[in-house]
């Protein structure tokens, strides 16, 4: 449930902030987005709507982010972390449900997006406290390199 303030901005009620993010990998390394006037980089995805299902959210926020398609039926969870919400006040905590999935297209910068990149474990420091502990599950299971 969320509250709209005066400058509309989202603000979580009961201090979590949900969001669904898509876990691309390859040859060890994992696509991340850095969004216009961030310094840090984020996995993609981003906060469920009203009524949407975690699915629904990954396919809408893969495609406004990425300009790409979705296989729905491809897509398998692969855990939920959560951790300090980058850039709130403290005791805000993100909550990130993760998914891979197939796709269609080619990963293009959205105009929320300024730049798409391939990342490693040793580029661990430049992304959020929750992608940090996405990175190292990854990282022990071998599949980020």
């Not at 060890?28 to 906060?47: D, E, Q, V, W």
């Not at 999935?101 to 430049?126: M, N, Q």
């Not at 022990?140 to 390199?145: N, R």
């Amino acid at each position: 449930m969320w509250l709209r303030c005066p400058r509309l901005q989202e603000h979580p009620v009961n201090n979590t902030i949900d969001k669904i993010a898509w876990i691309h990998l390859d040859n060890g390394k994992i696509l991340s987005t850095r969004s216009r006037g961030k310094n840090a980089y984020y996995i993609p995805g981003g906060k469920r709507e009203p009524g949407e299902t975690d699915l629904d959210t990954l396919i809408r926020e893969i495609d406004e982010e990425l300009s790409i398609t979705i296989i729905p039926a491809t897509a398998a969870h692969v855990g939920t972390y959560q951790a300090q919400a980058h850039g709130h006040a403290d005791g805000i905590i993100v909550r990130m449900t993760c998914y891979t999935a197939d796709h269609h297209g080619v990963p293009t910068p959205s105009s929320e997006i300024e730049e798409i990149t391939w990342l490693t474990y040793a580029d661990r420091d430049r992304v959020s406290p929750v992608d940090q502990i996405i990175f190292d599950h990854l990282h022990q299971t071998g599949q980020l390199h």
